[in-house]
């Protein structure tokens, strides 16, 4: 594996891939890699020819008191873990290299960046759409692949391609890949690692909880009674505070009082010592 750290490398490097003909395919990543990113990268191998992986911890995406110093950075072991994996290129550069001196553009998509997250973190979703604008730009890739713990992120960077009439990758090739889990349920994170263990303990209650809210909602329950207890049972399993806890359509992220028939899924942020976590469970058999 081959790791480049500016943008002419990596053209040069995307040329020689190129150049023995097959597709290309992009998973995105801020590094920290666990087994959840590991996933994506064997999913793009079987869907793909080659696998370029990226690694930036995005400063446009963390808001003024969120943990941009403290997020952990280990670019020499995520090498060696995607290498590892097959992956055949690297492109990991620098601010610098990402935001040059000058940069004024910003990419803004509305409507699903409104809520839940974009709520809590104002700007984040312009942040997340720009820098993966740029990185479909400088790699091209005939697909991407993105985990669904980031279900929101998902549909921001979906629009964004369908809007923009992205064509490498196209809107249909971004594939959301499920959540992967710990034993205990825990959807895996890199901000896991902040957790110290008496919280990391009471943090498999989050998805526990989850599941018995959509076991309530597909069996007919008041939606909004269910979302009400569902924040009762998060603050008093150990979390000091809850962002959101919604039923959403799963395309247009739309808060849903009633279930029908179309897919669904119940999203959640909420905070356990000092640390945000997320998660989304679908509703309905949303695939």
């Known amino acids: 594996m081959q790791t480049v750290k500016s943008l002419q490398m990596l053209r040069t490097a995307l040329a020689q891939l190129r150049a023995n003909g097959g597709s290309v395919a992009l998973v995105p990543t801020m590094g920290a890699l666990h087994e ?13 020819d080659h696998v370029v992986a990226s690694i930036f911890v995005n400063p446009r995406q963390f808001g003024a008191n969120e943990d ?20 055949a290129l690297l492109w990991a550069p620098d601010v610098a290299a ?13 409507g699903v960046s409104d809520g839940l ?10 942040g997340v759409a720009t820098v993966v604008c740029k990185l479909f730009n400088q790699v091209a890739p005939d ?11 998902l549909a921001v960077i979906r629009t964004m391609a369908r809007d923009l009439d992205l064509t490498f990758p196209h809107a249909d090739a971004i594939i959301g890949v499920p959540t992967v889990r710990e034993p205990d349920g825990l959807a895996m994170s890199s901000r896991n690692r902040y957790l110290a263990p008496d919280d990391r303990a009471a943090a498999a209650a989050l ?17 909004a009674t269910v979302l009400t207890d569902l924040e009762a049972k998060i603050i008093a399993s150990g979390f000091t505070s809850v962002d959101y ?6 395309r247009s992220l739309a808060p849903l ?5 179309q897919p669904a899924r119940l999203l959640v942020a909420a905070r356990i010592g000092g640390t945000r976590l997320i998660d989304n469970m679908a509703v309905n058999d949303d695939p």
């Open 36 to 48: 959840g990113h590991l996933t994506l990268v064997r999913r793009a191998r079987a869907d793909a």
């Open 68 to 87: 941009l110093d403290a997020y952990p950075r280990q670019l020499a072991k995520d090498a060696a873990m995607l290498e590892a994996e097959g992956c």
């Open 98 to 110: 990402m935001y040059p001196a000058g940069f004024a553009t910003n990419v803004s998509v509305a």
């Open 117 to 126: 997250c974009g709520a809590a973190r104002p700007g984040h979703f312009d």
């Open 143 to 153: 697909m991407a692949f993105f985990g669904e713990k980031d279900f929101q992120q």
């Open 207 to 223: 998805p526990r909880a989850m599941q018995s809210a959509i076991a309530a909602i597909e069996s007919g329950a008041d939606i």
């Open 245 to 250: 806890a919604v039923l959403a359509d799963s």
């Open 257 to 261: 009082m009633s279930l029908n028939a």
